[in-house]
């Protein structure tokens, strides 16, 4: 019988792969491999956001999710690769796209703010968008995580759509006040501003939104 030991900053895990197939089947609560790795990611999401990366332990996520630890080896090889597949846009470049840019460019920001701020104000969908703002500010790995995603999902695509010459530069002050609005209402939980609707929250950064993408700078 092969064990395998793995390290998890300071922390060693040893991987016995029959021992993780045995006690998954004993506790018979991830009846298959697609259930599991869905509880994992739905755990190391909701872990992430409340404890950032680097506070974030594999044994933590594994016992959130009800399963052995080897488990997140297994399936992802590392904390970094469960990281990566749990943190994510909830939503595609194209849905963004379409929904910012798509209609008169006079309520772009708008409908940038509002796109945004609908999506973070449903639990289920900020919570991996969350896990990865909070861990940024502790994590460089995090950090160019979230850069390189905004980058592709939303900055980028819209810039090329914007089509002016300062466009980057447009988009990089979008994309500071898109994390200045996420982390103070989200994560710092700033009143009043934490306690907005989505329409009151709408009305008054959409017109930051609005000089940024199309305004005199």
Known sequence: MTSIVREEGEQRVAYDPSIARATTKKRGRRPGESNTREALLAAAREQFAETGYERT??????????????LIFQFYGSK???????VAWPFTPDEAVAAIADGPR????????????????????????????????TSELAARLLRESLQQHVLGPVAERLALPDADLRMSLVGAQLVGVGLARYILRMEPMASLDTEGLVDLVAPVFQRYLTGKL
């Open 57 to 70: 332990t594999v044994r933590a996520i594994a016992r959130r999710a009800g399963v052995d630890p080897a």
């Open 106 to 137: 006079s309520q772009m920001g708008r409908r940038l703010a509002t796109f945004f701020t609908v999506v973070w104000d449903d639990p289920e969908r900020r919570a991996p968008v969350l896990g990865m703002m909070r861990a940024a500010t």
């Open 80 to 86: 970094e690769g469960l990281f990566t597949a749990a």
